[in-house]
């Protein structure tokens, strides 16, 4: 058993060690991208077009990423005061302000590096407002032009082919026009379906990976570990290679440590006992991520799965790129992704995901700054206690302001939560 775990620790390293360098390769080519002359455009991870933009040699910035970086590497406070400073409201986004504050600050990326100029800001709406105010930001302040991708919501629930066509006609008639513009170069369908083809084979591991949680114990947390296994796919590295790799190399890893027995590798080490399963809803505060990680390794809880983990694209419900159809796919992404969801459709995910994945209970860490996640979850919370008959917990943070983590009060709650679900447990109740 100890030599199978220092192989499986070994092996996360190998999968670690290649988003580190993807990550690194990724934002040295920013920095030379005002000497090479490559274009760059920045884009949220909803709705993403990674594929359309790499089929024309466009580098992605997603400035949520960045925002998540500085907060998770301390620097979010500052940007976000210097945001403040600069009459930036305390109701607004954080990820927002620390966006603006770092760009005032020099716009240095997670990697030390400079970021640059964007040559285009391509807008995808999926579900928040937030991004249309925050690129008006950017708009002034770069005087970059912005190509905007109206996606319908998911008010009923479903995609129609109307809302699929109107989505397909803004690309073929705004984006891929827009595109063309700026590189100079015309639009390569067969490039795209390349792009894509690999994009589906990259999907295909990681949903195995996300669901390989369905076992006892668990081999992964799929919400604090879970964040890491979304990066490459969410951000400017689906449809590459190095991202086919990366979630073949991660399911090998998930596959030995299913062979060996093994829980999930947490930052307090290997989690040998799995005294709860757990569901969470919501976005993780990432100031203290790791301190809010070990609240639920110290009570034994795994998370065997999350929503946030579906915020660039639910792929476990069945959705996978489709090359052969190159633009009506990028149009039911863009329409699928979990902040352009309805709430019944929410409700039925999250109770779906507690009975499927044997949970014992689910949670929703409600973060201050984002409405996309955190309205009607209290109605949520309701919903799906009632449907599944499982305790539901709740707790409040926010992304990258430190001052909405209170440490000791979420402590609390969750010690007062995981007390509830063993008594339940004890008298045979519900769990
Ligand atoms: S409000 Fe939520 S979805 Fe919108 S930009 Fe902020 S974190 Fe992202």
New binding site residues.
């Given amino acids: 058993m100890a030599t199978a775990a220092v192989v499986a620790d070994v092996e996360k390293d190998r999968s670690q060690l290649r988003q580190k360098e993807m990550m690194a390769a990724h934002f040295d080519r920013l920095a030379l991208a005002p000497e090479t002359g490559e274009k760059v455009a920045y884009t ?1 991870v ?1 709705g993403n077009l990674t594929e359309l933009l790499l089929s024309f040699d466009i580098l992605p910035v997603l400035p ?1 990423i960045n925002a998540l970086q500085a907060g998770m590497r301390g620097k979010s406070k500052d940007y976000i005061s210097l945001a403040e400073k600069l009459g930036h409201s305390e109701d607004v ?1 954080t ?2 302000k620390s966006d603006i504050g770092m760009l005032k600050s020099g716009n240095i990326g997670p990697t030390g590096k400079r970021l640059p100029n964007p040559d285009l800001l391509l807008l995808s709406y999926t ?2 407002f ?2 249309l105010k ?1 690129f008006e930001l950017l708009r002034e302040e770069y005087q970059a032009p912005v190509a905007m991708l109206h996606v319908p919501y998911q008010g009923d629930g479903r995609i129609t082919d109307s809302m699929r066509q109107y989505v397909v006609e803004q690309l073929k008639k705004k984006i891929i026009p827009t595109l063309e513009k700026i590189t100079g170069k015309a639009y390569d369908e067969d490039r795209l379906k390349e792009i894509l083809t690999r994009s589906a084979l990259a999907e295909d591991n990681l949903v195995w990976v996300l669901q390989s949680a369905k076992r006892r114990p668990s081999p992964i947390d799929a919400y604090f570990g879970g964040v890491y296994y979304i990066g490459p796919i969410f951000t400017a590295f689906r449809g590459t290679e190095d991202a086919v790799l990366y979630y073949k190399e991660l399911r090998e890893e998930i596959e030995e440590r299913i062979a060996a027995g093994a829980g999930p590798v947490t930052p307090e080490g290997e989690m040998t006992e799995e005294k709860y399963r757990i569901v969470v809803e919501g ?1 993780p505060n990432w100031t203290s991520f790791r301190q809010f990680w070990k609240m639920f390794v110290d009570e034994g809880a795994v998370v065997v799965a999350s929503t946030y983990t579906k915020v660039g694209g639910v792929y476990d419900l069945g959705f996978r790129h489709d090359p052969t159809h190159p633009l009506e796919t990028l149009a039911d992404y863009c329409l699928g992704c979990y ?1 352009n969801l309805n709430l019944p459709t929410r409700v039925d995910m999250i109770s779906r995901y507690v009975k499927e994945y044997q949970a014992d209970g689910f949670l929703i860490n409600s973060v201050k ?5 955190s309205a009607g979850q209290l109605h949520m919370l309701r919903e799906v206690e009632g449907r599944v008959g499982k305790p539901g917990g709740f707790i409040e943070s926010d ?1 990258v302001d430190p001052r909405y983590f209170s440490a000791a009060n979420i402590k609390n709650r969750l010690e007062s939560y995981f007390q509830m679900l063993e008594q339940k447990k004890a008298s045979g109740g519900a769990s």
Avoid: A, D, K
């Fill in positions: 949220f909803p949520e986004c990820y927002v579900g928040c937030t991004f925050w976005p902040t700054s984002c409405n996309s996640f992304l």
